[in-house]
């Protein structure tokens, strides 16, 4: 599983991310999220979808978001989807082993300032388990209309 992945970043030059996961259709037709050339930022993306542990199973979900691997003339590699907090699955229906991520809270962070939505409730969320459970507070009136208010039960 290392080799390959190995392999499809090292021919990877654009990283797009996808609204959906695997029930959302085909890749060709769902809205791109964000798309990433910098080979720095793509060694980055790189770094964190392949970096964890293999859990030897995968999630029953379909998840939320897809990562889109192309080549240098456009030509879509391989793909993979988030689960969860911290899971991703390369090639779901092939593979059938998630990657638990060392570090989630980075990859929302990095997918957050390329102006992929709803990351930072997630970056929060990794940040803050360490320091108890987490719970959501909102909306409360028109004032806070669609907001989230994260705390800390101790």
């Given at each position: 599983m290392i080799s390959w992945l190995t392999d499809v970043w090292s021919r990877t030059h654009v990283v797009q991310i996808l609204d959906g996961g695997e029930d959302a259709g085909p890749l060709a037709d769902r809205r791109i999220l964000a798309e990433l050339r910098n080979p720095s930022t793509i060694e980055a993306a790189r770094k964190l979808t392949t970096t964890g542990r293999f859990t030897g199973d995968i999630c029953r979900c379909p998840g939320?978001?897809?990562?889109?691997?192309?080549?240098?003339?456009?030509?879509?590699?391989?793909?993979?989807?988030?689960?969860?907090?911290?899971?991703?699955s390369w090639e779901?229906?092939?593979?059938?082993?998630?990657?638990?991520?060392?570090?989630?809270?980075?990859?929302?962070?990095?997918?957050?300032?390329?102006?992929?939505?709803?990351?930072?409730?997630?970056?929060?969320?990794?940040?803050?388990q360490t320091f108890g459970?987490?719970?959501?507070?909102?909306?409360?009136?028109?004032?806070?209309?669609?907001?989230?208010?994260?705390g800390i039960a101790r």
């Open positions: 939320d978001t897809t990562i889109a691997l192309h080549d240098d003339s456009g030509v879509l590699i391989t793909s993979a989807s988030l689960h969860g907090y911290g899971n991703i779901r229906q092939r593979l059938h082993n998630d990657l638990h991520m060392a570090d989630p809270a980075a990859l929302h962070l990095l997918l957050a300032t390329h102006g992929v939505p709803d990351q930072i409730p997630l970056f929060l969320r990794g940040r803050l459970s987490i719970y959501v507070l909102g909306p409360f009136g028109d004032r806070f209309a669609g907001s989230r208010y994260i």
